[in-house]
Antibody, heavy 123, light 108 residues
Framework: EVQVVESGGGLVQPGRSLRLSCRTS????????LNWVRQAPGKGLEWVGF??????????EYAASVKGRFSISRDDSKSIAYLEMNSLKADDTAVYYC??????????????WGQGTLVTVSS | EIVMTQSPATLSVSPGERATLSCRAS??????LAWYQQKPGQAPRLLIY???NRATGIPARFSGSGSGTEFTLTISSLQSEDFAVYYC??????????FGGGTKVEIK
């Protein structure tokens, strides 16, 4: 059974940093790209970024709203992906979801999602 | 960036009735359009991809149609578990993939 579990959310002050983790099981992690998608309270879905699998260089792409502040990495030996968030702003307050590409190497559709972790940026 | 617009924002439907949700793209997507369902407190679930293909395990009462810039999600006979928010997502031109603002299907 595929499982995706995010952790690391919480209350953080503006300008500070936070690292989220995405732990997975039930599939060959190294074969898949991982995406982060966020949802502000009462709002819709916003794509944050992805990391490709190593076969495609493990490269990353980010939304304009987070580029230069957020960074995605992965540890294939542990089947974990990370979202490093720096210089956090109030607008970054959201539930952050980790999701798997729907087929190996795909980055554009998401079939398995975690339950999300809430990040609140406030003083 | 492709802008996705969903209508209506809220749809009130009685159980057993048909629901029709619309999604419009700011430029042609061919058939690179997906639909997701999200229930309160839950993660989104992939329903439809390629505009009209049901994802694994999705009941036949869910169907998608359209191409280019106009797309439709139809739920043929609403069940109690179908009351939720539905999002369309384009994956024709990325990054970024972009989502519509959502349509809430509520009980009439």
């Amino acid at each position: 059974e595929v499982q995706v579990v995010e952790s690391g959310g919480g209350l953080v002050q503006p300008g500070r940093s936070l690292r989220l983790s995405c732990r997975t099981s039930g599939f060959t992690f190294a074969d898949y790209a991982l995406n982060w998608v966020r949802q502000a309270p009462g709002k819709g879905l916003e794509w944050v970024g992805f990391i490709r699998n190593q076969a495609y260089g493990g490269t990353t792409e980010y939304a304009a709203s987070v580029k230069g502040r957020f960074s995605i990495s992965r540890d294939d030996s542990k089947s974990i992906a990370y979202l490093e968030m720096n210089s956090l702003k109030a607008d970054d307050t959201a539930v952050y979801y980790c999701s798997r590409g729907w087929v190996p190497s795909a980055v554009d559709l998401f079939d398995y999602w975690g339950q999300g972790t809430l990040v609140t940026v406030s003083s | 960036e492709i802008v996705m617009t969903q209508s209506p924002a809220t749809l009130s439907v009685s159980p057993g009735e048909r629901a029709t949700l619309s999604c419009r793209a700011s430029q042609s997507l061919s058939s690179n359009l997906a639909w997701y369902q999200q229930k309160p407190g839950q993660a989104p679930r992939l329903l439809i991809y390629g505009a009209s293909n049901r994802a694994t395990g999705i009941p036949a009462r869910f169907s998608g149609s359209g191409s280019g810039t106009e797309f439709t999600l139809t739920i043929s006979s609403l069940q109690s578990e179908d009351f939720a928010v539905y999002y369309c997502q384009q994956y024709h031109n990325w990054p970024p993939v972009t989502f519509g603002g959502g349509t809430k299907v509520e009980i009439k």
